[in-house]
């Protein structure tokens, strides 16, 4: 193996691209706050992404097995070390907010309650929602997933002790754009899910009406952008992240070809969405 193959499988198949999406999307919100986005900020963002990951991956190995035979077989070689690189990313991110503020640390609790209800589950989930975990229910997953993203402007917040509208308003564009992004994978992972008796949106109703649903999202985050800019709400530069759903309407069509390679398209370009955030928010700063 090459390299580049493997610097590509590490990135992609360990889980760090999506870490990677995570710091950019604070460095995001960090500028659109008028800061320069600090080192520990974007260690902190990593840390908490890289062990929300390895916590899933290490909850899921069997089903994985199925839906993504790859990724699994590619993880199981350090299978035993999960636990101990969650917990090691965790401890070093949350002694890390502990030093930060109190508003911060405790806030940062949140994501960590919905990684757990995610992953792991609980049996009082049963008698509320008829499932053990939150994946397992339509949507939930998917909305699970999504709203832990939008948190990361209003957590940026709270680490720079700042109120700020437009982080406000840019958490619901995060939430809809995290939306397409996990439906878009549930449509990679359509025969696995069904396997393991998950109920996502392109198991509930095909591949065509979740390809017609993404196409929605699409338009509602443009819309929400476009609509914010033009009352002023969030200034001009962010104007720029509309090529977000350029790009994914981009990757869908690509998706739609029956030689597509879905397992790059969703694993390396969908996921490579997030981390375009940053350099997106600092270009649109200087173009505007």
């Not at 990593?46 to 899921?60: I, K, Q």
């Not at 949106?201 to 914010?228: C, I, K, T, W």
Request: net charge positive; with cysteine.
């Amino acid at each position: 193996m090459s390299l580049i193959a493997g610097v590509y499988r590490e990135l992609v198949m360990g889980g760090h691209i999506l870490a990677l999406g995570t710091a950019s999307i604070a460095a995001a919100s960090a500028i659109m706050l008028g800061g320069k986005p600090t080192a520990v900020l974007l260690v902190m963002a990593y840390l908490f992404s890289y062990g929300a990951y390895m916590m899933n991956r290490n909850a899921e190995m069997e089903e994985d097995a199925v839906s993504n035979p790859v990724r699994t077989g590619y993880l199981s070689r350090r299978g035993k070390y999960l636990p101990l690189i969650t917990l090691s990313c965790f401890a070093t991110g949350y002694l890390l907010a502990a030093l930060t503020n109190l508003f911060f640390f405790l806030a940062l609790l949140l994501p960590l309650f919905l990684s757990l209800l995610y992953s792991v589950g609980s049996g009082r989930l049963v008698r509320l929602l008829g499932a053990r975990k939150l994946k397992e229910k339509l949507l939930f997953k998917n909305i699970t997933i999504s709203f832990g993203w939008s948190l990361i402007p209003l957590l940026v917040a709270l680490y720079y002790q700042r109120v700020s509208l437009e982080l406000l308003l840019i958490a619901p564009f995060i939430f809809l754009r995290l939306m397409l992004n996990t439906i878009f994978f549930d449509v990679r992972d359509l025969e696995g899910d069904k396997a393991n008796g998950i109920r996502t949106l392109p198991v509930a109703f095909g591949r065509e009406r979740s390809f017609r649903a993404m196409a929605v999202l699409d338009l509602l985050s443009s819309l929400y952008l476009v609509s914010l800019v033009g009352l002023a709400l969030l200034p001009p530069y962010s104007l720029i992240l509309v090529l977000l759903p350029v790009y994914s309407a981009l990757y869908r069509w690509l998706a739609s070809s029956e030689r597509a390679m879905i397992g790059f398209l969703c694993d390396f370009v969908a996921d490579g969405e997030y981390v375009l955030w940053g350099p997106l928010i600092y270009l649109g700063k200087i173009l505007f």
